[in-house]
C-alpha cells in the first residue's frame, strides 16, 4: 500500500544569509507576519510597507532523511509539492528536480534513495514575469501590474477591490509518496445518468515503476453497491459502473444533494490481498445542459438541470485572502453558507483568481451551490508563445480531471472579460496581430473540455455572445456584464434592458463600521480619510459612491456615520432594482449572478459579506429577493403605462396569494386600497397592472404605494427620496432578553410614522454582534422585531444610537 509522509515541519526560510523559521502550507508574508517582521499589510497603509516581499527571492529549505526516503518497504519515493507559488528551482544536496512556473499545478520529483539538503528556491513573480514579457513581447493589460506574463493568482499583483500583496511559497500541502508495483495517476470519472439508472465511467491511468513493468494490475472500484473490475496490462484501463434507481442530485431550492462514495483500488494481480493504492471522491447523479438556442429575442443563456430550465441566482467569488494559504476548510464552509443563506444556488469562481481548493467544491456539493468555474485569464491580452503556451494546456488538463467528480461543477468557462477586452479597450490596435488569448478560449481549452470532461458544457469567456458576428456583450446574445451603470448612471437603469444572462453587475459600499475601526485604527473616519482612501481600490470608487447617494439623498456633509449608512442603502437597493427588474422577464432573462460575494481584506467594494466576514445589508437583501417567491413593484412595462406587479415564483409549486395594494399618504392617511387574488404558476412569472385607482399620481412627492403578500412587501415612490415629503421618522423601541440565551436579545421597533429603511447596525453594539435582518420599512402603527446575537447587556439607548432610517430632506 502506498505510504504517505507529509513534509510540514522543519522548513526554514531565508534571503541574503537571514533565516526564520517556516510554516508549509505558507507563504512568505505568513512566515514573515508570524516572525514579527512585517506589520499586518490589511491593516492601515501597511500594504506600502510590504511590498518589497515580494519583488525579492526566497529561499526555503529543510532535510530530506534517510529514514524518509530509503527504499527499505517500498521501491520509489516521490517528493510531491500541491502547489508552488510559482516561479521556482527545486534542489536535493545541490542536485537540480526541476523548475517550475505555475501556482495552479502540482508538481511531483522521484527523491527515492535522494538525502539532504532539501531546498526550494523562489523567483521574485515580478522577475519571472518581466523575463515572460521579453520573450513574448508586450501585450496591453487592464490594470498596470505584469500578471499576465506569469501563471499565478492574477489578483495578487492587486485589483479594483484588493491589495498588491504578491507572494511566493509552498501554499499547498508537500508530502513524500512512498510506493512499489505502481500508483494510481490520473482518474477521470465520467458521471452520466439516463432516467433512474446513473453510469460512472472511471479511465484510469497508472504509473509504473522500473519492477513492476509488465506486471499484470487488477482496478476494482464501487459506487452505491455497484461494483466492476477490470486488468490493466499497459497504464490505463477503463471500469464502468451501472448504478439502477440513483437519486439525483439538484441545486438548492430544486431538491436533495444525495452523494456517493466512489472508491477505486489497484492489485497487483499476482498478490490480490494486498492493494497498492487507492482513489475516493463523492459523486452526484445529474444532468446538465446550457441551452444556447435563437429565439425572438436573440440567443439565450439558460441552465438546464435535469431537464429543468433554471433561473440562477449567483454570486461571482474571488479568492477569500490574498495570502490563499490562509483559507481553511472551515473558512470556505462559513463563507459558502452565508451564500446559501442569501438563497443564492451558483457561485462563479472568477478568473484572476484560484482553481479553489478541493473543500470549496466539496462544501458547494454539499450545500447545493452550482459552480461555473473560470480558467484563469482576466481583464489582459496573454500571449500564446512558449512558455506559457505549455503552462496553460498543463494548469487545464490537471484542473479539468481534479474537479469533474464534483456535480456542483456546471460550466467551464474560458476567460473573464478578455474577449470584450479585445473588442472594445483599444486592445486590437496595439497588438497589431500578435496572439492574445483568443487561441486558447476558441481553440485549446474547449479541446481539453471536450476531450476530458465531455459531461459539462463549456463557454469561451464572460461576457459572450457566442460569435464574433454578435458584440462580445451584446445584452441579446449570451452572457452580460452591466457596469456601465455603476460607472456612469444612476442604478434606476439597470431597467433599460433585459439581458439574456447578467454574469456581473454590482454597486460599491464600504464594509462594517466595527471592520473598518479594526483596519483603521485611530483614524478620524471620513469617506477622504487617509485609510478609508488607500481601502478603495476602484477608479474613482469614492466618486462613484457620492454620486448614487447624491442622486436620491442629500449628501451628508462632515457626518462619515450617515455617509456610511446611505452608501450601504444605495448599494441594497440598486442591486435588488436589478435583480427584481431581470427576475420579472423569466424565461427571458435567466440569471443574475451578482458581483460580489466577498472579499479578501477590508475595503470598499462590491461585497455583500466584507473582508471580516461581517454582512452588508446587500446580503440580506439578497436573501430576499433571491428567495423563490418574489413579490415586486416594476415602474412600468408591456402591460401598462403604470406600475406593474410582478408574482416571481420559482417553486415547484403554484402560487396562489391575495396581495393587499395600498395608496398611501405621506402623513400615514390611507388614500385607497384593493385586493388583488392572484395564481403564479409553478416556475414562471405573473405580470398585472396595478389598478389606477391606488398608483400615486405621477410625479407625486406625498403618495406612494404599497403592495403586500404573506409576509413579503414591494414598495413604488413615483420621486426619488429627496424629492419625497417624508415624516419625520417616529418609531419607539423596547429591547428583550431572550429567555435561556442571555448573548441574544429580541430588538422591538413600533412605527408612529412611515420609516424607510430602517438598519440596526448590529456591530455598533458589539463588534461581533449581529442581526438577523437588513433593511426594513414600516407603516405607521407596523412593528418589527429584529434579533441580535452577541448583544448580551444592551440597552434601548445602545441600540437606538445603532440604528438609521431615511430622513426627510
Known sequence: MKDVTPLTEGWSLSHDGASLDAAVPGCVHTDLLAAGIIPDPYIGLNEHEVAWVGRRSWTYTRELHPAETAQQAHECTDLVFDGLDTSAHVHVAGETLGRTRNMHRSYRFDVTGRTGELRAEFASAYDEATAVRESTGTRPNAYPEPF????????????????????????????????????????????????????????????????????????????AGATARATIDGDRGVLVLDVPDVALWWPRGYGEQPLYDLALTIFDESVPDRALDTWERRVGFRTVELDRGADAHGTGFTFVVNGVRVFVRGVNWIPDDVLPSRISPERYRTRLRQAAEANIDLVRVWGGGLYEDDAFYDTCDELGLMVWQDFLFACSAYPEEQPLRGEVEAEARENVVRLMPHPSLVLWNGNNENLWGFRDWDWEPELAGDSWGEGYYLGLLPRVVAELDPTRPYTAGSPWSGSWDHHPNDPDHGTHHSWEVWNRQDYTEYRANVPRFVAEFGWQAPPAMATLRRALPGETLAPDSPGMLHHQKAGDGNGKLNRGVA?????????????????????????????????????????????????????????????????????????????????????????????VLALVNQSAEPWTTAVALRLMRADGSLAARTRLELTAAPRTVLRVPVPQDVVPATGSAEEYLAADAEGLRALHFAVRDREFAYPEPRFGISVETVTGDRDTVDVVVTAQTLVRDLLLQADRIAPDARADCGLVTLLPGERTRIRVYGAAGAGANTVRAALFCVQPA
Open 551 to 643: 442622486r436620491h439623498f442629500d449628501l451628508p456633509e462632515g457626518d462619515f456615520d450617515r455617509w456610511h449608512y446611505l452608501t450601504q442603502v444605495v448599494q441594497a437597493r440598486a442591486v435588488a432594482t436589478g435583480i427584481e427588474h431581470w427576475r420579472a422577464h423569466w424565461p427571458r432573462c435567466a440569471g443574475t449572478v451578482v458581483w460580489q460575494l466577498n472579499d479578501c481584506w477590508p475595503v470598499s467594494s462590491w461585497s455583500a459579506v466584507d473582508g471580516d466576514g461581517r454582512l452588508k445589508p446587500l446580503h440580506h437583501e439578497l436573501r430576499r429577493v433571491y428567495a423563490d417567491r418574489l413579490l415586486t413593484l416594476q415602474p412600468d412595462g408591456e402591460e401598462s403605462s403604470g406600475p
Open 148 to 223: 499576465q506574463y506569469i501563471r499565478k493568482m492574477a489578483c495578487s499583483f492587486g485589483w479594483d477591490w484588493g491589495p498588491t500583496v504578491v507572494t511566493a511559497g509552498m501554499w499547498r500541502p508537500v508530502r513524500l509518496e512512498h510506493w512499489s508495483t505502481a500508483r494510481i495517476a490520473r482518474v477521470r470519472p465520467l458521471v452520466t445518468v439516463e432516467g433512474t439508472t446513473g453510469r460512472v465511467e472511471l479511465h484510469v491511468e497508472v504509473e509504473r515503476t522500473r519492477q513492476g513493468a509488465g506486471r499484470p494490475l487488477v482496478a476494482h472500484a464501487s459506487v
